[in-house]
């Protein structure tokens, strides 16, 4: 009886930790240091409105670079080149464009669950314990798109917003090596 | 000679250059605080705001108890206009009164009444009316400057391009007459434009600032364009040499189209690349049709049967001319009237009707000099010079008319202009900003029932911006009322949503949610108040 309640108890726990996560497209790893390379995983939860995913289009923000998408079978691929905002050192390397977009072009139905995957490194313009976000455009059948774009004002958190941005906590560098 | 037609080409064309920016006639769209408001403390800035840009000319503040403030400090911003308030206004009753003017030259005023407090009586609403006498001389000066044109500018045209000869002292004597008149006239009405932009009186013509304030205006462009156009005339008709006549009357009659499309209400109406080319076309078209008149009448007096040639000449190109002129008026007149109604319900709409009716009567003149007098003229025993003469005297006292009622337009917005005008008054209205983007939410009426609202959106620095989508959240938390989401779609100026219905007077809580991109959204919120 105990353990069934229990047991109930953590679903529920568990559910309420997870359930926003289910239904906004979010990164799986929320928080990643500066100067190192982040591996994103963009878990797309559902489409829009009950239409399935056709694309998905994830914007870059300044100060990360050397973004490289990891293939997908199923689906095609593709990456908008363009310069940064500034040059970027990486690892001794002046960096001064890249991708800045992302795009992914296949089908997720609404019932399913798909994650979407790419590496990129966090470089040490960014500031620790500032959030990062990811805006990601999901398009889908019918003309629909939700957009995980919004970004959270001064005082406000993702909480506020129907359709807020994947973002990730900036954690401070690691000792040098 | 060369030289002095280069340096008029390139004034011409530095004149050309310089006038891109005109823009439409300049009505108040909003004012912060807004017309008829309470506020709990004095404000350190009244904010108005226009649908254009404008420059401020005078402004006075009068207080609740009398006194009235001059020299305030205004910091115009694009259509922005900031002005400064004295800290210490008593509680009560201001009244401010301003006069700007816009990038089409014409001056506007009005007044915004706000109170401190509480609602009081107050010292009076100062005046800034310009005076009758003004007003005429400004009609007078303008008409003056249109003759010099159209029949000076013009009729030196037609002795370079219509008649084989140079011109006989008895037709060259009254056109350069009319060019001189033109040119006073064109002076002159630079400082009266300027009495009229600050309205004082026609005393003060005297003094420097109202010319300096006329040059300011767009219409300095167009004197200065008239200026060149009744140089070349002059120096046109004077010249031996058929080509520099040719040359001269040619480029002279190219800047009276110039100058005229420098200018005025139908210059600055939207869309631009229509208006300016309509009113240059209408003007070229005028001075080629008007100018031929006065040496026509006393060519075909001294000899009927020589000028036959000529009239032929001149009647073919009017063929041109008053299809073109007509068909440029008539664009003209569409963007500026916009509905049937206006032309009988506005004094614009009056003054065009009028207009119409004399330029159908001079149509008609022109048509039965065309058809039957012009043919009578080969027959040698006929008395057919006398009568075209007299058809072509009737022909000039008609455009003498015509050219007097268009001076009139001078005075009278035209209804495009007051449309927003009027809208403005009844609606309410908020401006929302980020520093990056700015948008300005109006409610019409701005009062409870069904509502209409459009969002007008631009960059924090004014600058226009073309979102992908806008969307507009309603809500007023204090009656129960949750947010009311309704998607703009993009209308003619801005964004519009219709259909709205809003319950309650009082104040409502706006959020404009802008897509700049596919992955920028801005949100920006603020409160607008619905009258009871």
Known sequence: MTTTLL???????????????????????????????????????????GAPTLKLRVRIPDGVVSVKPMPKPGWEMETVKAPYDRTYDYYGTAMAEGVREIVWTGKLPDEHYDEFVFRAYLTDSLKPDAMLYFPVVQECGGGKADRWIEIPAEGKSADDYKYPAPGLKLLPAKATH | MKRAILLMLWLTLAILGGGGSALAHAALVEAHPADGMVVEQVPATVRLRFNEPV???TISLTDAQG??????????????????????????TQILSYRVISGDGHPISGTVIFSVGTPSGSGGVPGAEVSPAARGALWLARVALYLGLFAGVGGVFFTAWVVPSPPSSKVARPLSGLLALGAVAAVLSLGLQGLDALGQPLSALGTAAPWAAGWRTSFGLTVAAAMVALLMARMGLHDRGERWRRACGLLALACVGLSLAMSGHASAAAPQWLTRPAVFLHAVGVAYWIGALIPLALMVRRAPAQA?????????????????????????AAVQVESLANLTGTAYGQVLVAKTFLVVALLGLAALNRLWLTPALGN????????LVRSVVAEIVLSLAILGLVGLWRFTPPPRALEPAAEAAAAASVHLHTPNLMAQVTLSPGRPGAVRARIVVASGRAAPVDPKEVTLVLSKPDAGIGPVERQARRAERGWEVDGLVLPVAGPWQVKVEILVNDFEKASLEGSVTLRP
Not at chain 2, 311 to 331: K, Y
């Open chain 2, 308 to 332: 036959l040639p000529a009239v032929r000449r001149f009647s073919n190109g009017a063929l041109v001319a008053v299809a073109a002129l007509t068909l440029a008026g008539l664009v003209l």
């Open chain 2, 380 to 387: 040698p025993n006929g008395s057919g010079g006398r009568r």
């Open chain 1, 7 to 49: 047991r109930g108890a953590l679903a529920a726990a568990l559910l309420a930790l997870v359930g926003p996560a289910l239904a906004h497209t979010t990164l799986e790893a929320q928080q990643a240091p500066v100067a190192s390379t982040y591996k994103a995983v963009l878990r797309v939860g559902h489409g829009c409105e």
């Open chain 2, 67 to 92: 006194r009235t403030h001059g020299g305030l400090a205004a910091a115009s911003r694009s259509e922005m206009l900031d002005i400064a308030m004295p800290p210490d206004l008593p509680r009560g």
């Open chain 2, 55 to 57: 420059s401020p000319l």
